[in-house]
T-cell receptor, first 117, second 111 residues
Framework: GAVVSQHPSWVICKSGTSVKIECRSLDFQATTMFWYRQFPKQSLMLMATSNEGSKATYEQGVEKDKFLINHASLTLSTLTVTSAHPEDSSFYIC?????????????FGPGTRLTVL | GENVEQHPSTLSVQEGDSAVIKCTYSDSASNYFPWYKQELGKRPQLIIDIRSNVGEKKDQRIAVTLNKTAKHFSLHITETQPEDSAVYFCAASIRGNMLTFGGGTRLMVKP
């Protein structure tokens, strides 16, 4: 259980285009998902918290108009990188919060490697 | 907000030896401390976690200890094997909410 998928796993795009990344919880419902960004050989940095049916909460320094998050259902959150530029190239990973009896943890998707030319 | 420091950043051990990774956190309200293992280009995998109502948890060769007073927690891997080589991240949060990660430790187990 607690499987999280992401699509696409790898994307290359031209500067100025928008890219949408999907995060799905496959065998459970996730009212809360998180989006992280990871640069090579660095740690994971939280970008935003995605809540089903409400607006996402962005971390300080993350542009909400550039990184659009939509959590339209209990199993899907999307991150759209708008007008992508080379500095947006990174590994984007989502996670879903799992709430079970007495346990509360996060499981990660496989990540999406974005390269902006 | 929460700040998590992790040491060492790299750790090299001989196969069969033990490895210890330490983390400190700043927010006394944090009560959930997971450890993730990440192989190159792959997702972080939860390997063990501990909540603030316990001081130690063990799962086969892996154990985690928590000192709430000192606000630090540690990962212990015994009888290391080459497949343990990866980057390990500690994290802290209030319940399972927003995770703040440490900087990571690159563990290399030499055969």
């Amino acid at each position: 259980g607690a499987v999280v998928s992401q699509h696409p796993s790898w994307v290359i795009c031209k500067s100025g285009t928008s890219v949408k990344i999907e995060c799905r919880s496959l065998d459970f419902q996730a009212t809360t998902m998180f989006w992280y960004r990871q640069f090579p050989k660095q740690s994971l940095m939280l970008m935003a918290t995605s809540n089903e049916g409400s607006k996402a909460t962005y971390e300080q320094g993350v542009e909400k108009d550039k990184f659009l998050i939509n959590h339209a259902s209990l199993t899907l959150s999307t991150l759209t990188v708008t007008s992508a530029h080379p500095e947006d190239s990174s590994f984007y990973i989502c996670s879903a919060r799992v709430l079970t009896s007495g346990a509360d943890t996060q499981y990660f998707g496989p990540g999406t490697r974005l390269t902006v030319l | 907000g929460e700040n998590v420091e992790q040491h060492p950043s790299t750790l090299s051990v001989q196969e069969g030896d033990s490895a210890v990774i330490k983390c400190t956190y700043s927010d006394s309200a944090s009560n959930y401390f997971p450890w993730y293992k990440q192989e190159l280009g792959k997702r972080p995998q939860l390997i063990i976690d501990i909540r603030s109502n316990v001081g130690e948890k063990k799962d086969q060769r892996i154990a985690v200890t928590l000192n709430k007073t000192a606000k630090h927690f540690s990962l212990h891997i015994t009888e290391t094997q080459p497949e343990d080589s990866a980057v390990y991240f500690c994290a802290a949060s209030i319940r399972g909410n927003m995770l703040t990660f440490g900087g990571g430790t690159r563990l290399m187990v030499k055969p």
